[in-house]
């Protein structure tokens, strides 16, 4: 051993699992729908109508054809 005590080595250990914690929830919150709503809802809306504009012209162009 490198002479550090076993008290040293928890704590070590202690703060590396809260440093993993931590980035598990950054990851997680980064792939989190409602988390990214919420920090960036212009970005959001701005997608979510696009999206809504891209139906309605699948729609539309449906129905152009079935005439």
Do not use: W, Y
């Not at 080595?9 to 202690?14: P, T, V, W």
């Not at 590396?16 to 989190?32: H, K, V």
């Amino acid at each position: 051993m490198s002479g550090k005590g076993m008290n040293t080595l928890k704590l070590e250990l202690e703060e590396t699992r809260d440093q993993l914690a931590g980035t598990l929830d950054d990851i997680f919150a980064t792939f989190n729908v409602r988390v990214q709503i919420r920090s960036h809802p212009v970005a959001a809306a701005a997608v979510f109508l696009a999206v809504l504009g891209g139906a309605a012209a699948l729609v539309a162009r449906g129905i152009a054809r079935g005439r």
